[in-house]
């Protein structure tokens, strides 16, 4: 049977659904429920919850409901293909929170790309939900959407593509190295790709207790000493490399004891892994086609490797963090995504993999478990219960 015989042909399993997810009383409608929940007893609830709005939370939707948002600029590896091409990732992202996590998500994509105007749209809506999860934004104004939504909203605003990427990342190094047997604080980590998700990664390293890590774009080194860094960039700039090193990629690599790169096929090739250390760690995450194929690098030396394919050993899939993350912060109720959150939600997911292997890792993406132990973890860091 060929591949494509045994898979559903996505646009009629689309047509044939009609949609993803779908709204679902929670109360049969009899004449008691409707007095009660509609009207006129709907009237107290709405005087009580404008004068008490903190009640929200208790009284409505809000405890469990998360906000799905992009615009549709940077989806998947398509590009900029606007709202009704982010439409059913979103939707997708959607069912995947209600069938993992019991979070009842909501995909809205906005007719805008203007900063501004995502921020005031967001805003907006915000009332409704307990969380909000940005997804396929491009950068460099996703970073500003994220941190702006965060100061003015009282819930967690996470841009999915930056946080959950290198939460799980992060998970699939600290096992790594238990399997080559090195400090994983101690180590030289290479991050090819300085967008969304290289520069989060950057930043969780640096939180972990990592010093080492240099940060590579497709014009080189991210250093302070080059004059064509966008503000974001030289601020990252400054951290990381504390060898002060300049150059391409290729510099950074030589010695390094890993590398993960979140960039484009071919950015890293076989020479440059066999310039690395004695058993390094390769993770290759660009989809679907990696920056270096497994057995290339396996041919270069790798120890262990990592992509974001399903039909590879070791699927670095931000799917292992985003359901579970959500969770605890909705059952916690916290208003922002701390880096102690995202630390502890990543040493949770390497621990479910207690007996790491070179071909072993990280949890199965299909795992119902991962998400119940994250969200555990989240409330451990929290101290707080639903």
Known sequence: MTNAQSHPDPIEAHRRLGGKIAVQAKAELTAEALAALYTPGVGQASSYLAEHPEAARELTIKRNSLAVISDGSAVLGLGNIGPYGALPVMEGKAMLFKQLADIDAWPLVLDTQDTEGIIAAVKAVAPVFGAINLEDIAAPACYEIEERLQEALDIPVMHDD?????????????????????????????????????????????????????????????????????????????????????????????????????????????????????????????????????????????????????????????????????????????????????????????????????????????????????????????????
């Open 162 to 386: 930056q946080h959950a990427t290198a939460i799980i990342a992060l998970a699939g190094l600290i096992n790594a190295f238990k399997v080559v047997g090195k400090d994983l604080r101690a180590a030289r980590v290479v991050i090819v790709g300085a967008g969304a998700a290289g520069s989060a990664l950057l930043r969780l390293l640096l939180d972990y207790g990592l010093s080492d890590v240099v940060l590579t774009d497709s014009r080189g080194i991210v250093e302070p000493s080059r004059t064509n860094l966008d503000p974001y960039k030289q601020q990252w700039a400054r951290l990381g490399n504390p060898r002060h090193l300049t150059g391409d990629a290729g510099v950074a690599l030589r010695g390094a004891d890993a590398v993960v790169a979140v960039s484009v096929p071919g950015a890293v090739t076989a020479a440059q892994v066999k310039t690395m250390a004695k058993d390094p760690v390769v993770f290759a995450l660009a989809n679907p086609t990696p920056e270096i194929m497994p057995e290339d690098a396996k041919a270069a030396g790798a120890a262990v490797i990592a992509t974001g394919r399903s039909d590879f050993p070791n699927q670095i899939n931000n799917v292992l963090v985003f359901p579970g993350i959500f969770r605890g912060m909705l059952d916690s109720g916290v208003r922002e995504v701390t880096p102690a959150i995202k630390l502890r939600a990543a040493q949770a997911l390497a621990g479910l993999v207690p007996h790491p292997t070179a071909g072993r890792i990280v949890p199965s993406a299909l795992d119902r478990e991962v998400a119940l132990a994250v969200a555990a973890a989240v409330q451990e860091v929290t101290g707080a219960k639903a």
